[in-house]
């Protein structure tokens, strides 16, 4: 060995319980031969391995991460995981390519129980690799702190990615080639990039401020981005009042709290309440309030998300409420909610990428003498047809 | 303010209000409840204030910034006393007007009047308008003389005198007695008798008891109890502390809207009032009584008007219903026996303590007494609350008080009690308004919303409707209900759109069956009911719209 040491990479496996983990068996007990670097986790399913593993491993600094599954057709489950398997992989190589990651750092592989020659033959492949790729990171001219921050930018995205997913990436028919038909496609690209990208600059941008006070310049030289797109973030930010609440005023939350402390039901009175003065419940908002009045964060989860009365992501600047109580609906509420959607572009539960406005539908106000009617910012425009409701909008900025 | 230790001190208290106020000076009464709002009352009433500062009449004349006079669809009203000259859809423009016209002069504005839109009759008193004259006002009514932000109102109006009577001549017993010779049903939807739940509570074991004010009003189209909750808080009240008098409660809870910042702001101001002159606290009125009240806001749920539901939400846990095999007044709060009535049957309570159960059921029918509050909606003519004795016709309500159907359509069906209730057709309107009679039709009353519906309506599209809200707001706690709901909300979508199948009616049938009868709480057990009720009356147009799939479907195979 010329310079006295050389670089052995870490590498990660997650196989699957019926079928690579049954080749990787038969390829020991075969004794073939194939480099010893790669560590094993035995899942019941390849269905089971979550992006968030794929982003531990690499922050702890797993050079190569290696999913083995049944073929396809042949998960174990009817919910056939492995294709959840194969579309999570996509996703997750797209995201390592975006913030500067060698996509070839994850590799998903089809190995039957029988094909332990398979299992050798691909190990025999991945680890050399890997090798040439060098250390994560310094392989791809990261440094350290830039690769921590960025990984642990797009971990704090996941929950979010996974609904993503589910709802605007999701390959109606199971066969491989359609898998990858819509995963190279524009189309995935550009969705991508929409619902993904955009929102993971955003992150890092509330990460990077989070840390100290820092001018757009800096931050698109340490992001990358170009100082226009960074702009663009930090104007919605501002405007989405994002900026401000990122520091919350702990001060009034306290307050809050304090009022209602020790009073029956406190819990449901104060969230009202927050919810009431910051139109939202940034996270470390209820951390405060379950720390605060001693109640698991779980149960005020579970308060906070049965009714859309309560917000966790921010709403726009005017929120817009169509009553769809039944007698507006017997008076015209779906042509109303519909010219609305067309007229803000956005739809019931949404915010605009201005945060101009956030549209929702509402239950029976007991107007009923006003239907149809919209409600923007708490104040009720009565019969309102459609042709009239551009008027009733234009007001708000 | 003096604190109120007798009843004489009281009747003193009241005399004193009274004698500062001269029955012929002029006051102004505006309409400021929820159904005005929209139509910007508040500029009617700044307008006013104006206008008076203005003219220098401000010892002269009185403005009242009143709660719902009940008429929403002619909103804003403004009253002028005392010769009760009553102008609807007021705007700010016509203000300089009235005051100088009507206010000082006594001059009836004739284009602001009440006209007849069939017959152009015009009508300048209250109780000449149609929509009024067909009513007997006994809750509502003093809406219009009471700003709910002055207690000092309420009592020259004879408030708080029952409450007096209860607490320093009344034993609870013979409290329990009078409520319960008066029949009085809840108006939540149960119609379940009032006078037995107390008894109940009272008799149950343990000294923490509780009274509530079920406030909620979640059901679709009813909006009466926000104007009796908002415009006369204190006759919610009295009749609060009254019950938690004969139940032996000393703490009491108002559960309400946190959509409607005007009902938290008036029944707050309320409670500061009764409880700066000694009508609420400690030694209520020197009887040695005490009584407390907090108030709690729901999080705009449903379910969380359930009984058990909303005992859950106040003591801070998600609203989410128990099944009762042990009733809510006997394990209620915190396992406490639990008393909980709707906000228009507290408000019943001081009217029969004041008057005696025996005036109370000379109104009515013969097991539904006194009177109702309705909410009219949909496709008629006067939308508002109007408040009618039981026994009245439904097509009394609809066509004498609510004018009729617009636009020269013609009625189809009404719909009761919301997204629970059921519907009744044309040919059933001579029906009196009834709890039993309604319920042996298919159509409960509910708390008392009516959707009338015109003949351009499609009776699976609003059941589809109604199911579609329930199963957005079932808690999901227990499956019959949360998958019962959705299969059938799938079954009448795919009927609706002209997907449906042989069959479907028959398997809507059974699912509704299996879901009446496992779901946990009354949301999943009634759920069925508009669907049941639709398919009772107008099962014709659920098979003409499966036959019209069905000749479609031929036609493609031939
Ligand atoms: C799903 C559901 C929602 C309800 N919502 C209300 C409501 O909004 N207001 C109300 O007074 N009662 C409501 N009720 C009825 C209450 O459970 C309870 O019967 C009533 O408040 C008792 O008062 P009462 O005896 O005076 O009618 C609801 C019941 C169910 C099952
Ligand atoms: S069981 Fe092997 S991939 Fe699902």
Same mark, same amino acid.
């Given at each position: 060995m010329a310079?006295?040491?050389?670089f052995e990479? +870490?590498?990660?496996g997650?196989?699957?319980?019926?079928c690579c983990y049954a080749g990787?068996?038969? #390829?020991?007990?075969?004794?073939?031969q194939?480099?010893?670097?790669i560590?094993?986790? +035995?899942?019941?399913c390849s269905?089971?391995v979550?992006? #968030?593993f794929?982003?531990?491993a690499?922050?702890?600094?797993?050079?190569?991460?290696?999913?083995g599954?049944c073929w396809l057709?042949?998960c174990?489950?009817?919910?056939?995981?492995?294709?959840?398997?194969?579309?999570?992989v996509?996703?997750c190589k797209k995201?390592?390519e975006?913030i500067?990651?060698?996509p070839? +750092?994850?590799?998903?592989?089809?190995v039957?129980a029988?094909e332990?020659?398979r299992?050798?033959?691909i190990m025999?492949?991945?680890?050399?690799?890997?090798?040439?790729l060098?250390?994560?990171?310094?392989?791809e001219?990261?440094?350290?702190?830039?690769?921590k921050f960025k990984?642990?930018?797009v971990t704090k995205l996941?929950p979010?990615i996974?609904l993503?997913?589910?709802?605007?990436?999701?390959?109606?028919?199971?066969t491989e080639?359609?898998y990858h038909?819509f995963?190279t496609s524009?189309?995935f690209n550009r969705?991508f990039n929409?619902?993904i990208?955009?929102k993971?600059a955003?992150?890092?941008i509330? #990460?990077?401020?989070?840390?100290?006070?820092l001018s #757009?310049?800096e931050?698109s030289e340490?992001l990358?981005l170009?100082?226009?797109?960074v702009?663009r973030?930090?104007?919605?930010?501002a405007?989405?009042q994002?900026?401000?609440?990122v520091?919350v005023d702990n001060?009034k939350i306290d307050?809050?709290?304090?009022k209602?402390?020790?009073?029956a039901g406190?819990?449901v009175q104060?969230?009202l309440?927050i919810?009431?003065?910051?139109?939202?419940l940034?996270?470390?908002v209820?951390? +405060?309030v379950?720390t605060?009045?001693?109640?698991?964060?779980?149960?005020?989860m579970?308060?906070?998300t049965?009714?859309?009365t309560?917000?966790l992501?921010?709403?726009?600047r005017?929120?817009?409420?169509?009553?769809?109580g039944?007698?507006c609906y017997?008076?015209?509420s779906t042509?109303?909610l519909?010219?609305?959607?067309?007229?803000?572009?956005?739809?019931?539960g949404?915010?605009?990428?201005?945060?101009?406005?956030?549209l929702?539908t509402?239950n029976c106000?007991?107007?009923?003498?006003?239907g149809?009617e919209?409600?923007?910012?708490g104040k009720h425009?009565g019969r309102?047809?459609p042709?009239?409701?551009?008027?009733?909008?234009k007001?708000y900025? | 303010?003096?604190?109120?230790?007798?009843a004489s001190e009281l009747e003193e208290?009241?005399?004193?209000?009274l004698?500062?106020?001269?029955p012929?000076?002029?006051?102004?009464?505006?309409c400021?409840?929820?159904g005005?709002?929209?139509l910007?009352?508040?500029?009617?009433?700044s307008?006013?204030?104006?206008?008076?500062?203005k003219k220098d009449l401000k010892t002269?004349?009185?403005?009242r910034?009143?709660?719902?006079?009940?008429?929403c669809?002619?909103?804003?009203m403004?009253?002028?006393?005392?010769?009760?000259?009553?102008?609807?859809e007021v705007?700010p423009?016509?203000v300089?007007?009235i005051?100088?016209?009507?206010?000082l002069?006594?001059?009836?504005?004739d284009?602001?009047?009440y006209?007849?839109?069939?017959?152009?009759?015009k009508?300048?008193?209250?109780?000449?308008?149609?929509?009024?004259?067909n009513q007997?006002?006994?809750?509502?009514?003093n809406?219009?003389k009471?700003?709910?932000?002055?207690?000092?109102?309420?009592?020259a109006?004879g408030g708080?005198s029952?409450?007096?009577?209860?607490?320093?001549k009344?034993s609870?017993?013979?409290?329990?007695e009078?409520?319960?010779?008066?029949e009085?049903?809840?108006?939540?939807?149960?119609g379940f008798?009032?006078?037995r739940?107390?008894e109940t509570?009272?008799?149950?074991?343990?000294k923490e008891?509780?009274?509530i004010v079920?406030?909620?009003e979640g059901e679709?189209?009813?909006f009466?109890?926000?104007?009796?909750? =908002?415009g006369n808080?204190?006759?919610?009240?009295?009749?609060?502390?009254i019950g938690?008098?004969a139940?032996?409660?000393?703490?009491?809870?108002i559960y309400t809207?946190?959509d409607t910042?005007?009902l938290?702001?008036n029944?707050d101001?309320a409670?500061t009032?009764?409880?700066?002159y000694?009508?609420?606290g400690?030694n209520?009125?020197?009887?040695?009584?005490?009584f407390?009240?907090?108030?709690h806001?729901d999080i705009g749920?449903?379910v969380?008007?359930?009984s058990?539901a909303?005992m859950?939400s106040?003591e801070?846990n998600?609203?989410e219903p128990?099944?009762k095999y042990i009733?809510t007044s006997?394990?209620?709060?915190?396992?406490?026996p639990?008393?909980?009535?709707?906000?228009e049957t507290?408000?019943?309570?001081?009217l029969i303590?004041?008057?005696? =159960?025996?005036w109370?059921t000379?109104t009515?029918?013969e097991?539904?007494?006194?009177?109702?509050?309705?909410?009219?909606s949909?496709?008629i003519?006067?939308?508002g609350v109007a408040e009618?004795p039981f026994?009245?016709?439904v097509?009394?309500i609809?066509f004498?008080?609510g004018?009729?159907?617009p636009?020269g359509k013609k009625?189809?069906a009404?719909?009761f009690?919301?997204?629970?209730g059921g519907?009744?057709p044309e040919s059933l309107?001579d029906?009196?308004?009834d709890?039993d009679?309604?319920?042996?039709l298919g159509?409960?009353i509910g708390?008392?919303s009516?959707?009338v519906?015109?003949?351009?309506?499609?009776m699976?599209d609003i059941?589809r409707?109604?199911?579609d809200f329930l199963?957005n707001?079932?808690c999901?706690?227990?499956?019959?209900?949360?998958e019962g709901?959705?299969?059938?909300?799938?079954?009448l979508?795919n009927?609706?759109d002209?997907?449906?199948r042989?069959?479907?009616?028959?398997l809507l049938e059974e699912?509704?069956?299996?879901?009446g009868?496992a779901?946990l709480?009354?949301?999943?057990?009634t759920?069925a009911?508009p669907l049941l009720?639709?398919?009772?009356?107008f099962?014709d147009?659920y098979?003409?719209n499966?036959?019209?799939?069905k000749?479609?479907?031929?036609?493609?195979?031939?």
């Amino acid at each position: 060995m010329a310079a006295g040491h050389t670089f052995e990479p +870490r590498i990660l496996g997650f196989l699957c319980n019926w079928c690579c983990y049954a080749g990787a068996d038969l #390829a020991g007990v075969s004794r073939y031969q194939y480099p010893p670097n790669i560590r094993v986790i +035995r899942l019941m399913c390849s269905g089971r391995v979550d992006p #968030a593993f794929i982003l531990r491993a690499f922050l702890n600094g797993t050079d190569g991460v290696f999913i083995g599954g049944c073929w396809l057709g042949e998960c174990h489950y009817i919910t056939e995981g492995n294709y959840d398997a194969l579309s999570m992989v996509y996703i997750c190589k797209k995201l390592l390519e975006h913030i500067g990651l060698n996509p070839e +750092r994850l590799r998903l592989e089809w190995v039957s129980a029988g094909e332990g020659i398979r299992f050798a033959n691909i190990m025999n492949e991945f680890v050399p690799g890997i090798e040439k790729l060098g250390p994560l990171g310094k392989g791809e001219g990261l440094d350290e702190h830039e690769l921590k921050f960025k990984l642990e930018a797009v971990t704090k995205l996941i929950p979010y990615i996974k609904l993503v997913e589910r709802e605007r990436l999701r390959v109606p028919v199971r066969t491989e080639e359609e898998y990858h038909k819509f995963f190279t496609s524009d189309e995935f690209n550009r969705l991508f990039n929409e619902l993904i990208g955009d929102k993971l600059a955003v992150c890092q941008i509330m #990460a990077l401020l989070r840390e100290r006070s820092l001018s #757009a310049g800096e931050i698109s030289e340490i992001l990358g981005l170009s100082p226009s797109e960074v702009s663009r973030h930090l104007n919605v930010l501002a405007r989405n009042q994002n900026l401000k609440t990122v520091a919350v005023d702990n001060d009034k939350i306290d307050q809050i709290i304090n009022k209602h402390q020790g009073k029956a039901g406190s819990l449901v009175q104060v969230l009202l309440e927050i919810q009431h003065e910051n139109h939202w419940l940034p996270q470390d908002v209820l951390d +405060r309030v379950s720390t605060k009045l001693d109640v698991p964060l779980s149960r005020i989860m579970q308060i906070v998300t049965f009714h859309k009365t309560f917000s966790l992501v921010p709403k726009g600047r005017n929120e817009v409420h169509v009553c769809v109580g039944p007698s507006c609906y017997v008076r015209g509420s779906t042509r109303l909610l519909d010219t609305v959607q067309d007229l803000i572009g956005i739809k019931p539960g949404e915010t605009d990428p201005d945060s101009k406005f956030s549209l929702e539908t509402g239950n029976c106000l007991g107007c009923c003498n006003l239907g149809p009617e919209i409600i923007v910012d708490g104040k009720h425009h009565g019969r309102v047809t459609p042709d009239k409701v551009k008027d009733v909008l234009k007001n708000y900025e | 303010m003096p604190r109120i230790n007798s009843a004489s001190e009281l009747e003193e208290l009241r005399k004193g209000v009274l004698s500062k106020r001269d029955p012929d000076k002029p006051c102004i009464a505006i309409c400021a409840g929820m159904g005005c709002l929209g139509l910007s009352n508040g500029r009617v009433i700044s307008a006013f204030e104006k206008e008076i500062n203005k003219k220098d009449l401000k010892t002269k004349v009185d403005i009242r910034a009143t709660g719902c006079h009940g008429y929403c669809e002619k909103g804003p009203m403004v009253l002028i006393y005392p010769e009760e000259i009553c102008y609807v859809e007021v705007t700010p423009k016509d203000v300089p007007e009235i005051v100088s016209q009507t206010v000082l002069r006594k001059k009836v504005i004739d284009r602001l009047i009440y006209a007849d839109p069939d017959t152009g009759e015009k009508a300048a008193h209250q109780a000449e308008i149609p929509f009024y004259k067909n009513q007997m006002r006994h809750l509502i009514g003093n809406n219009a003389k009471i700003d709910p932000r002055s207690i000092d109102d309420y009592l020259a109006v004879g408030g708080y005198s029952a409450l007096s009577k209860s607490l320093l001549k009344m034993s609870p017993e013979q409290i329990l007695e009078e409520i319960k010779k008066a029949e009085l049903r809840g108006r939540g939807g149960g119609g379940f008798p009032a006078g037995r739940k107390w008894e109940t509570a009272r008799n149950a074991p343990g000294k923490e008891k509780y009274v509530i004010v079920n406030g909620h009003e979640g059901e679709l189209g009813a909006f009466m109890d926000r104007a009796i909750l =908002s415009g006369n808080p204190h006759s919610v009240l009295e009749g609060l502390i009254i019950g938690a008098y004969a139940i032996g409660s000393h703490q009491g809870f108002i559960y309400t809207r946190h959509d409607t910042p005007q009902l938290k702001n008036n029944i707050d101001m309320a409670l500061t009032q009764a409880e700066e002159y000694g009508l609420l606290g400690e030694n209520i009125l020197g009887s040695g009584f005490d009584f407390h009240v907090e108030v709690h806001l729901d999080i705009g749920i449903f379910v969380s008007g359930e009984s058990s539901a909303l005992m859950r939400s106040i003591e801070g846990n998600p609203p989410e219903p128990r099944p009762k095999y042990i009733r809510t007044s006997v394990s209620g709060i915190w396992g406490k026996p639990s008393a909980l009535n709707n906000v228009e049957t507290w408000a019943n309570v001081p009217l029969i303590i004041d008057k005696g =159960s025996e005036w109370y059921t000379s109104t009515g029918t013969e097991r539904s007494k006194g009177t109702k509050l309705v909410s009219l909606s949909g496709n008629i003519v006067n939308t508002g609350v109007a408040e009618v004795p039981f026994g009245t016709t439904v097509r009394e309500i609809v066509f004498g008080i609510g004018g009729g159907i617009p636009n020269g359509k013609k009625i189809k069906a009404v719909h009761f009690g919301g997204p629970m209730g059921g519907s009744i057709p044309e040919s059933l309107l001579d029906t009196p308004l009834d709890f039993d009679e309604l319920a042996k039709l298919g159509a409960p009353i509910g708390a008392g919303s009516m959707l009338v519906l015109d003949e351009d309506t499609s009776m699976v599209d609003i059941t589809r409707y109604f199911l579609d809200f329930l199963s957005n707001e079932s808690c999901g706690k227990c499956v019959p209900c949360r998958e019962g709901i959705r299969q059938m909300l799938r079954i009448l979508t795919n009927i609706r759109d002209g997907k449906g199948r042989e069959g479907d009616i028959e398997l809507l049938e059974e699912i509704s069956e299996v879901t009446g009868a496992a779901s946990l709480c009354a949301l999943g057990k009634t759920a069925a009911d508009p669907l049941l009720s639709t398919l009772r009356y107008f099962r014709d147009e659920y098979e003409a719209n499966i036959a019209k799939m069905k000749r479609s479907a031929e036609k493609r195979e031939l």
